[in-house]
């Protein structure tokens, strides 16, 4: 699935060749879900645990059995009580709220209508929602819509991942990695998956 941009980075970085060899071949499959879902799932992921944060977008989901996943009218309609009954903070319920009402609004796209937009006129969309960030809409953009040059300089497995593979003592500062990572166009993803690996490897 990804075998041509594994061969672009093998060809033309050495620390990827090794940690392709190492970790052999990516496997990532983006979700086919709309923005909205993905960003309630982000919100409700902030700060928790894994399994801390699915426990409470189970409960949330339970409130609404008639969708697969709370639409946003149903969101706008419950109460403040009802959703921290879920295990929401005051903090999530607004940001969740405000990712509701922009998707309403249609300043959160639908699925099909982000697929349209480039990568950067969605995250300047996105980070005006409340409790979205760059690098929430980053994911989004890889795990969500499958982009496949998206390199999230600021996330800290990535340059873990950088660190280790290069056996340096300190991590990248995000701008002068942004700038390393060009090499790795238009494959960034890519390369960002192969870091997240050889961070994961290092705590093993």
């Given at each position: 699935?990804?075998?041509?941009?594994?061969?672009?980075?093998?060809?033309?970085?050495?620390?990827?060749?090794?940690?392709?060899?190492?970790?052999?071949?990516?496997?990532?499959?983006?979700?086919?879900?709309?923005?909205?879902?993905?960003?309630?799932?982000?919100?409700?992921?902030?700060?928790?645990?894994a399994n801390a944060a699915e426990a409470i977008l189970k409960r949330f989901k339970a409130l609404f059995p008639k969708s697969r996943f709370p639409r946003p009218g149903e969101v706008m309609d419950a109460t403040d009580e009802a959703l921290r009954g879920c295990g929401f903070s005051m903090g999530k319920i607004?940001?969740?709220?405000?990712?509701?009402?922009?998707?309403?609004?249609?300043?959160?796209?639908?699925?099909?209508?982000?697929?349209?937009?480039?990568?950067?006129?969605?995250?300047?969309?996105?980070?005006?929602?409340?409790?979205?960030?760059?690098?929430?809409?980053?994911?989004?953009?890889?795990?969500?819509?499958?982009?496949?040059?998206?390199?999230?300089?600021?996330?800290?497995?990535?340059?873990?991942?950088?660190?280790?593979?290069?056996?340096?003592?300190?991590?990248?500062?995000?701008?002068?990695?942004?700038?390393?990572?060009?090499?790795?166009?238009?494959?960034?993803?890519?390369?960002?998956?192969?870091?997240?690996?050889?961070?994961?490897?290092?705590?093993?």
């Open positions: 699935m990804h075998a041509e941009g594994e061969a672009h980075l093998s060809k033309n970085c050495a620390v990827m060749r090794r940690l392709i060899k190492a970790h052999g071949p990516c496997p990532l499959v983006p979700h086919r879900r709309s923005p909205y879902e993905a960003l309630v799932s982000a919100v409700a992921h902030q700060q928790l645990h607004l940001a969740i709220r405000d990712i509701a009402t922009k998707t309403l609004s249609g300043q959160i796209p639908g699925r099909a209508a982000a697929l349209k937009l480039e990568d950067e006129e969605l995250i300047e969309r996105l980070v005006a929602v409340r409790g979205v960030g760059r690098w929430t809409v980053e994911m989004l953009l890889i795990f969500t819509l499958g982009r496949p040059d998206v390199f999230p300089s600021d996330d800290y497995g990535v340059r873990n991942g950088w660190r280790v593979a290069k056996k340096l003592e300190e991590m990248p500062k995000p701008k002068e990695f942004r700038v390393l990572a060009e090499r790795w166009q238009p494959h960034r993803t890519l390369a960002a998956w192969y870091l997240w690996r050889a961070a994961d490897a290092a705590k093993g």
